[in-house]
């Protein structure tokens, strides 16, 4: 399958601070990526649809002023979780959409631990 | 809430034997998706079934999707250790641009 590289795997940062997650399709082009939150032994909930070139189209009750998206190129999408709180703990992931197969191929996910 | 159930949340099984996961959904569908996720990693993508097919196989997996039902099943036959990994269904719903919604996930457990 196609390679989605996420970076970093874990992050530890103090309250208040801005954390960003990259999300890279590494041998395809992606005008679509995908933010995902899982929470311990939980399923996935979408966060938010990245789409180059345009503004991320976010789902209800996800705070747009809290999780920057920037897709600014076919294969990198930015997730900027800002003035992180704990609260804000948890594992997010990624994905990129292959238009040809219309699957979505994962990064390995982000283990953000706000103290 | 659209996110379809799975069933069982949780399969112990031997070596060898069988696994059958189960997935009901909620709305009308293009595909039905599943995937493996290992503790604390991404999501690996396995099988896509499209909403006019009723089985497909992709060696040890067999996938079925029942539209009428609203639901699809996941065999993994031969079961081995590695197969050890929660395993989630997703839809991919008409009208929703591609977006997939996850099943609540099953944690397959083989033990030698």
């Known amino acids: 399958g196609a390679v989605v590289s996420q970076h970093p795997s874990r992050v530890i940062c103090k309250s208040g601070t801005s954390v960003k997650i990259e999300c890279r399709s590494l041998?395809?082009?992606?005008?679509?990526m995908f933010w995902y939150r899982q929470f311990p032994k939980k399923s996935l909930m979408l966060m938010a649809t990245?789409?180059?070139?345009?503004?991320?189209?976010?789902e209800q009750g996800v705070e747009k002023d809290k999780f920057l998206i920037n897709h600014a190129s076919l294969t990198l999408s930015t997730l900027t979780v800002t003035s992180a709180h704990p609260e804000d703990s948890s594992f997010y992931i990624c994905?990129?959409?292959?238009?040809?197969?219309?699957?979505?191929?994962f990064g390995a996910g982000t283990r953000l631990s706000v103290l | 809430s659209q996110q379809g159930e799975e069933d069982p949340q949780a399969l112990s099984i031997q070596e060898g034997e069988n696994a059958t996961m189960n997935c009901s959904y909620k709305t009308s569908i293009n595909n039905l998706q599943w995937y493996r996720q290992n503790s604390g990693r991404g999501l690996v993508h396995l099988i896509l079934?499209?909403?006019?097919?009723r089985e497909k196989h992709s060696g040890r997996l067999r996938v079925t999707l029942d539209t009428s039902k609203k639901s699809s099943s996941l065999l993994i036959t031969a079961s081995r250790a590695a197969d050890t990994a929660s395993y989630f269904c997703a839809t991919d719903a008409t009208g929703t641009a591609s977006k997939l919604t996850f099943g609540t996930g099953t944690r397959l457990q083989v033990t030698l």
């Open positions: 994905s990129a959409r292959q238009v040809a197969k219309n699957i979505q191929y």
């Open positions: 079934i499209r909403s006019n097919e």
């Open positions: 990245s789409n180059e070139g345009s503004k991320a189209t976010y």
């Open positions: 041998d395809f082009q992606a005008t679509t």
